[in-house]
């Protein structure tokens, strides 16, 4: 095949006064035209700081050394100048970031920052660059593209914004296109509709590909090749099977570990003592929000479920089903619309302000994202002592610093951590701190809201095997929202499935994934980027499309199937 890209010697310095820190080593590798190069490591291992380097969008600290080389179809890119590089932007290189949330301009509407790049590059009138547009915003999946061209980032969804940036990428139809890490926190469902919206447009334009991710599961439905980078390195490279096969690399065998499996992955011991007692009772849970104008979101339509004592239930869903939203109405962080919430033997929608502040004691929450769950301006001594003094905990400050001591090392940190600020520490030690801060006051229920999402695959696997340590440990009880599959099974006794504010199917969680009865659930299942044999037949069975709208306008009922699975069943005659 013939190259188009041929990299060569690549190496790259990040001055910091009179330090440096080579952040990339000597990186060789080339992609042809119409293949897909998967980069894949860890978060710091380099992977998104070479591909910008191919873009010229390195900061100003930034170095490349003297012998390195960028060949993109006969032309050093290390060698233009700024003025030549814009014309390359955007017509023969494309590239998709990471959030497209910062990453589009919240000033422009959609249609203003698609046409601008092919009014720049084609020279087209303001007219035909909007009928290119959208055409563009067709082929990415875009509906109603006239009333759409005129909104604002603001007003999509997740998916939806990563389809514009897609679309802001093929406006000129580049010859390359680098997407980093482009199904980040998307749910399962929308990152299986973003790869395969990739693939039809490689196969439709010939584009090439370089696909930036830490999830060798994407790696291996998307990529020919894959490149593993560590620290600045290329520590193994070659196709994506062998690779997969056969890795030669100690580092390639650990992430390959870690990937999540829905064959193996099993909760080997069952946290709860039998007979079971029940912790946590939801009876007609309602969580509805004024939209104004007479419009009401059923976030939480009249769900109901128990949660057993020492158990991992887990709760799942896409974006907007209503899982975090029946975790934090839980919690009473929202106050209910209707329904009942029983810990054992108290009503929670019944507590005043007192007596929900006493409650608090013994339930509590890890939140989805480490970094803007804690004070940046506080030291970790503080963030998890700050619960110990709203709760009398503590009876001095030797006391308090003490418990601060025996937290860290119970997750696993140094206990020199307690004097360092957020800032200072990764995605997954802010995690732990954010644990360390949930058992400070010694709860018995603690709820987990996508505590994995913003982490690289094995260190997700390293807070999942400690959240398991620490239930069996201090007889916790979980109940664990996710959008990963396949973590929950790995965690939860039990699975409860959400859609659009409603629960559609509960069982345990063995028979959930090895015989799912909703079409969502088998919707869900099916979209999971893992190549897996033994889930073969339920993939091929769960392709069938899944008419939201129609099952949406069925009264339904949550039936009991068998003793240990429940699911919603129409209560009128289905096409499904």
Excluded at 37 to 56: D, H, N, P, Q, W
Excluded at 58 to 87: I, Y
Excluded at 107 to 127: A, C, P, V, W, Y
Excluded at 198 to 214: M, P, S
Aim: with cysteine; hydrophobic share 40%.
């Amino acid at each position: 095949m013939e190259k188009l890209l041929d990299v060569k010697d690549l190496s790259i310095v990040f001055e910091q006064g009179d330090a440096s820190n080579e952040v990339a080593k000597q990186i060789h590798f080339d992609v042809s035209k119409g293949e897909t190069l998967g980069i894949v490591g860890e978060s710091g291992s380099g992977k998104s700081v070479t591909a910008r380097s191919i873009m010229r969008l390195l900061p100003p600290n930034a170095q490349n050394g003297e012998t390195s080389q960028v060949m993109f179809m006969d032309k050093d890119l290390m060698q233009l100048s700024e003025k030549e590089m814009r014309k390359i932007r955007g017509k023969d290189i494309g590239m998709i970031f990471q959030d497209p949330m910062t990453s589009l301009n919240p000033t422009m509407t959609i249609g203003d920052q698609i046409t601008e790049s092919i009014r720049f590059h084609q020279k087209l009138k303001k007219n035909a660059a909007k009928k290119e547009a959208l055409d563009i915003m067709k082929l990415v999946g875009i509906k109603d593209v006239d009333f759409r061209y005129k909104q604002y980032p603001h007003e999509f969804s997740g998916g939806m914004r990563q389809r514009m940036m897609i679309a802001i990428a093929l406006a000129c139809n580049p010859a390359l296109l680098i997407a980093d890490e482009p199904t980040t926190a998307l749910d399962v469902t929308i990152q299986a509709q973003i790869l395969e919206l990739l693939k039809d447009i490689q196969e439709k334009f010939g584009t090439a590909i370089i696909l930036i991710t830490h999830d060798f599961g994407v790696v291996a439905n998307m990529c020919d090749r894959v490149l593993v980078m560590k620290d600045g390195e290329i520590v193994e490279s070659g196709e994506t099977a062998d690779v997969f096969n056969h890795p030669s690399h100690p580092y390639t065998k650990r992430l390959l570990d870690a990937v999540p499996n829905l064959q193996k992955e099993q909760k080997s011991v069952s946290s709860r003592n039998h007979p079971e007692k029940t912790l946590l009772s939801i009876k007609n849970l309602q969580k509805h929000f004024d939209m104004g104008k007479g419009a009401v979101l059923k976030a939480v339509n009249n769900i109901t479920f128990d949660i057993y004592e020492n158990e991992t239930l887990g709760l799942v869903g896409e974006s907007g089903s209503g899982k975090s939203t029946t975790g934090k109405t839980i919690l009473r962080l929202h106050e209910a619309t209707g329904g009942e919430i029983i810990y054992e033997g108290f009503d929670l929608n019944h507590l005043n302000n007192r007596e929900m502040k006493d409650m608090r004691k013994y339930m509590q929450v890890i939140f989805q994202d480490p970094y803007a769950s804690l004070d940046p301006r506080m030291k970790v001594i503080d963030i998890i002592g700050e619960s110990l003094d709203v709760h009398g905990l503590a009876e001095n400050k030797q006391a308090r610093y003490d418990r601060v001591i025996e937290l860290l090392e119970l997750v696993g940190l140094d206990p020199s951590f307690a004097m360092r600020y957020p800032h200072e520490f990764s995605g997954g030690q802010r995690q732990r701190i954010g644990i360390a801060r949930a058992l400070a006051v010694n709860p018995k229920f603690i709820v987990c809201d996508e505590p994995l999402s913003a982490l690289d695959a094995s260190i997700q696997s390293q807070i999942v095997e400690l959240l398991e340590e620490l239930q069996q440990k201090l007889g916790l009880t979980y109940l664990f929202i996710a959008h990963d599959l396949s973590m929950v099974k790995r965690i939860s006794d039990r699975v409860a499935v959400m859609f659009n504010g409603q629960l559609v199917e509960l069982a345990d969680s063995e028979e959930l994934f090895s015989n799912p009865l909703h079409p969502y659930t088998k919707k869900l299942l099916a979209a999971i980027p893992v190549p897996d044999p033994a889930y073969e037949a339920t993939r091929k069975k769960s392709s069938e499309v899944f008419d939201a709208a129609a099952y949406n306008a069925l009264t339904t009922t949550f039936k009991e199937v068998s003793p240990r699975h429940w699911v919603a069943v129409p209560d009128e005659p289905s096409n499904q």
